[in-house]
């Protein structure tokens, strides 16, 4: 089945450790997304793909980059992890301005 | 400001009885409606979605929503609730007046009594 596919599932780091988050797809959509979502909150956008072209959400911290080498790849790549960054993690991927598919999301603990 | 509504964070309904989950959009003359629904510990799962045409639209799992246009709503209705059914669910609008973004609402958590 098609489908996004996230990697790992669980991610424990400690405060200051760099960490990269996993995402890929084969439903072959240009345009690919990572969100994070607190306890009990929405999913807020960080950033996004069209293709190569990199979209920057104005208040997504610097700390948070991303990278899309290929169609099918996209990682999250945090920096610098403070307490504050413990989230879960969601990919999602669609055609321009079609509905989203997400995938299962990467709990992120640091310690 | 762009925003979605969704006015009941918490829910409870009885196994079998009816259910209507309210959202409220802002802005767009044209939007894409999306209902979402989320399990703990998991991704977000499409259940519908409305671009255009028929106003009431069919989704998974025997939900059901009713765009009104005059009311900037999309609510989300299932006329008989499953113990399965519980979950949280968010509403989304998006669109190319969105910038082929989506907003999402808080969302609702839908506790099932037996």
């Known amino acids: 089945d098609a489908m996004v596919i996230q990697n790992p599932r669980y991610q424990v780091t400690q405060f200051g450790k760099p960490v990269t988050l996993s995402c890929s797809q084969t439903l072959n959509h240009n345009v690919m997304y990572w969100y994070q979502q607190k306890s009990s909150q929405a999913p807020k956008l960080l950033f996004h793909y069209y293709d190569k072209d990199f979209n920057n959400e104005a208040d997504t911290p610097d700390n948070f980059q991303s990278r899309r080498p290929n169609t099918s790849f996209c990682f999250l790549d945090i920096r610098s992890p403070g307490l504050g960054d413990a989230a879960m993690y969601l990919c999602?991927?669609?055609?321009?301005?079609?509905?989203?598919?997400f995938g299962p999301g990467t709990r992120l603990t640091v310690l | 400001a762009q925003s979605v509504t969704q006015p009941d964070i918490h829910i409870t309904v009885s196994e079998g009885a009816s259910l209507e989950l309210r959202c409220n959009y802002s802005?767009?003359?044209?939007?894409?409606l999306f209902w979402y629904v989320q399990s703990p510990g998991q991704g977000l799962q499409l259940l519908l979605k409305y671009f255009s045409g028929d106003t009431l639209v069919q989704g998974i799992k025997g939900f059901e929503a009713e765009f009104k246009r005059s009311q900037s709503s999309f609510n989300l209705r299932k006329p008989s609730v499953h113990w399965s059914d519980a979950a949280e669910y968010f509403c989304a609008v998006g669109g190319r007046e969105y910038g082929n973004k989506l907003v999402f609402g808080a969302g609702t958590i839908l506790r099932v009594k037996s």
């Open positions: 802005y767009g003359a044209t939007p894409y």
């Open positions: 999602a991927t669609s055609r321009l301005a079609q509905e989203q598919f």
